[in-house]
């Protein structure tokens, strides 16, 4: 980089350059300025990369899908021993998410809270997908109380996300009072999570709290789908209730629908014309 009016490049200049990189999308030119940057710092001290120049390139690096590029810039800066700001942590965790490395996600995220910063909460989000797709509900369900802890408020999207880490994770005893604390906290449940708790408390065959938990579904204006039916049926044949669960099976048959091959027509089909005669105050959902 060659001087401008007379004005020799700096920190302030390199770093410009690369923030503008970053917007546009040229992250292979963000790294061709960096390097050069690097080369002048060498002589010219005023040219050393910032906080901010780091940032803008581990943005640009992350933005062009090169993650784990982004990831060395971000390791390289703290080798550097420069502080990074809250859009660093973010473009570090992103990356990490983007390449499977949760474990490193987890420390980077632990890192920007001990400084004081905090994460968009879809990057929350997503973190707590991969634990529900793995079914790490102990990790999901730190995240999720970490969150609240630093201010973040939960939403739908992360509660669907921890409902589902406790399905895979047969946390049965957990899941009503998750329902609970959503419904404390004002988040709508949505038709997935209840048939997630539907599953969970039908695995450890709790038909006691799957049949609340079901008729909660239609308290809440929603409509019971096939899962929610089938495990419904599950919950009962799971705690030894044969009899009843074959009387469910009988009743659903009658009324259109055949439980081991259920279809989503049929279902709606039943449901859609009985809903309206349920009554709201039927059953305690909180």
Request: hydrophobic residues 35%.
């Amino acid at each position: 980089m060659t001087s401008v009016y007379g004005i020799p490049p700096n920190t302030f200049t390199f770093s410009a350059l690369i923030s503008a990189c970053s917007s546009s999308g040229e992250w292979e030119e963000a790294l061709r300025i960096f390097a050069e940057m690097k080369v002048a710092a060498r002589t010219t001290p005023k040219c050393r990369p910032n906080a901010v120049t780091y940032s803008a390139l581990i943005t640009a690096c992350e933005r062009g899908g090169h993650c784990e590029q982004a990831l060395e810039m971000y390791y390289e800066m703290l080798q550097e021993n420069v502080v990074p700001d809250q859009g660093t942590f973010t473009a570090a965790v992103s990356s990490c998410l983007s390449t499977d490395k949760w474990r490193e996600a987890e420390k980077i995220l632990d890192d920007m809270h001990k400084r004081g910063y905090t994460a968009p909460s879809a990057l929350y989000g997503d973190l707590l997908v991969k634990y529900s797709q793995s079914g790490e509900w102990q990790q999901a369900l730190d995240l999720f109380l970490t969150v609240q802890m630093v201010g973040v408020s939960v939403d739908i999207q992360m509660c669907r996300s921890l409902m589902e880490s406790l399905e895979k994770g047969g946390r049965a005893d957990m899941a009503p009072d998750l329902l609970k604390a959503m419904r404390d906290g004002k988040i709508e449940v949505d038709l997935d999570t209840y048939n997630s708790a539907l599953k969970t408390l039908a695995s450890a065959g709790l038909f006691s709290c799957a049949l609340a938990v079901f008729e909660c579904i239609s308290v809440d204006g929603l409509e019971p789908d096939v899962d929610s039916v089938s495990a419904l049926v599950s919950a009962y044949a799971n705690g030894g209730e044969l009899e009843i669960a074959q009387k469910f099976k009988e009743d659903y048959k009658s009324k259109g629908i055949d439980i081991d091959n259920p279809t989503k027509e049929d279902v709606d089909a039943v449901f859609l014309t009985s809903s309206s005669s349920r009554s709201s105050n039927r059953t305690d959902c909180s």
